[in-house]
């Protein structure tokens, strides 16, 4: 009885292994897969910050056009206002003053919408009082040309002069707001481009990494099933081995219970 004893020794160590051997692909398995899965989640998040980086990106440039649209167009009526009070006070004709008509009321749409696009911007609201006062002086003093040219009082230089220098404060306030809103484009956008440049590296690391993580665990689990292979093979060729054996011995102590003392055990008959 002690080889079929033997045997289930070397049975019972041999399916501890492959248990093992089990465990330990499972494990490599859920480590890789742990390991994948994270990479893929850090990549996925530095994806969606850069992906709305772009989008704010785009956002401050619409926003940037529209101001300044909004001041150029500002800028215009009023340069239409002052040349049709330049055409009438010339001619005394008030077909010159088309332009003049409700310039006023388009201007005040444009400042106020300007003056809401940048609300958040502290450095921009500080400029719209002064600039508030420039296009009213401006107004005032083209009214009051206007209305002295009716009553026959010619325009003089020193007018004028006023006139030309509250416009080109207007101008100077108008310039230094559109100068501000690309200085702070160009701030939104080189932050853009760092994280458009830093992106495609990242997700280029992660995938290598992914791709390493993917590859050493596929030849530690491959490596694992080839061990386990074996080792049912080797099971195999032992349970065959030792059944011959068995049979081997069954037959001599049938012999020996029979009376026949005579038989014996060959070295090769338990091979």
């Known amino acids: 009885m002690r080889l079929p004893f033997l045997f289930y020794i070397y049975r019972y160590k041999d399916m501890y292994i492959m248990t093992q051997l089990t465990k330990r692909s499972k ?12 990479i893929l989640i850090i990549s996925s998040i530095v994806s969606y910050i850069s992906i709305n980086q772009l989008l704010d990106s785009q956002q401050a440039v619409e926003h940037t056009t529209e101001v300044e649209n909004n001041l150029n167009s500002l ?3 009023m340069k239409d206002a002052e040349t049709g009070q330049r055409g009438f006070l010339l001619t005394g004709d008030e077909s010159f003053l088309e332009p003049y008509n409700g310039a006023k009321a388009e201007v005040n749409v444009f400042f ?26 401006k107004f005032d003093l083209i009214d009051q040309s206007i209305n002295d040219k009716k009553r026959g009082i010619p325009p003089t230089v020193p007018a004028l002069r006023v ?12 310039a230094a707001m559109i100068s501000r809103e690309n200085q702070l484009l160009i701030s939104r956008n080189a932050t853009m481009n760092e994280f458009a440049a830093f992106t495609p590296i990242m997700i280029g690391i992660a995938s290598l ?13 491959s490596k694992d099933a080839r061990i386990a292979i074996n080792l049912q093979k080797e099971l195999k060729d ?19 219970a029979g009376g026949d003392y005579s038989a014996l055990i060959e070295k090769t008959d338990l091979q």
């Open 27 to 38: 494990s490599n398995l859920l480590i890789g897969f742990g390991c994948s899965l994270f």
């Open 75 to 77: 800028i215009s009526r």
């Open 112 to 137: 106020n919408h300007v003056q809401l696009l940048t609300v958040d911007n502290q450095y921009q609201q500080k400029d719209f009082p002064l600039l508030e006062k420039f296009i009213e002086r």
């Open 163 to 174: 006139g030309k220098k509250t416009m080109d404060s207007v101008r100077s306030v108008v």
């Open 209 to 221: 990494l992914s791709m390493g993580i993917t590859i050493l665990f596929y030849f530690r689990v």
């Open 238 to 256: 032992k349970g065959e081995k030792t059944a011959r054996q068995i049979e081997v011995i069954d037959e001599i102590a049938k012999k020996i």
